[in-house]
Nanobody, 126 residues
Framework: QVQLVESGGGLVQAGGSLRLSCAAN????????IGWFRQAPGKEREFVAC????????YYADSVKGRFAISRDNAKSSVYLQMNSLKPEDTAVYYC???????????????????WGQGTQVTVSS
């Protein structure tokens, strides 16, 4: 069982930066791939980025590649999403999620993530 809580969202101007945090409870955290997803108003939730249990591999959606960076600190049971060069189209509720399986590689499939946080709002103004 993994419980996740996101923080760090807010309002930022286009071109600015934000750092999202995902804090976890539960001993399983350090054995799971963690992903970030987002849902914009009127749109389906979409994959943003993920990082494997060890932190050795990451994977990004094309729309954020080169602008966002995912990292984790297993000692602090936390995952981070550094978002730079933000665009209005990045406006969404951002969710972190834990993979259903243990010790898996990178994974962009939303249906394979079983544990979700409540989300944090990111708004980018033009």
């Amino acid at each position: 069982q993994v419980q996740l809580v996101e923080s760090g969202g807010g309002l930022v101007q286009a071109g600015g930066s934000l750092r999202l945090s995902c804090a976890a409870n539960g001993t399983a955290f350090s054995r799971k791939t963690i992903g970030w997803f987002r849902q914009a108003p009127g749109k389906e939730r979409e994959f943003v980025a993920c990082i494997t249990w060890s932190g050795s591999s990451t994977y990004y959606a094309d729309s954020v590649k080169g602008r966002f960076a995912i990292s984790r600190d297993n000692a602090k049971s936390s995952v981070y999403l550094q978002m730079n060069s933000l665009k209005p189209e990045d406006t969404a509720v951002y969710y972190c999620a834990a993979d259903r399986a243990y010790y898996r590689g990178t994974n962009s499939r939303e249906d394979e993530y079983d544990y979700w946080g409540q989300g944090t709002q990111v708004t980018v103004s033009s």
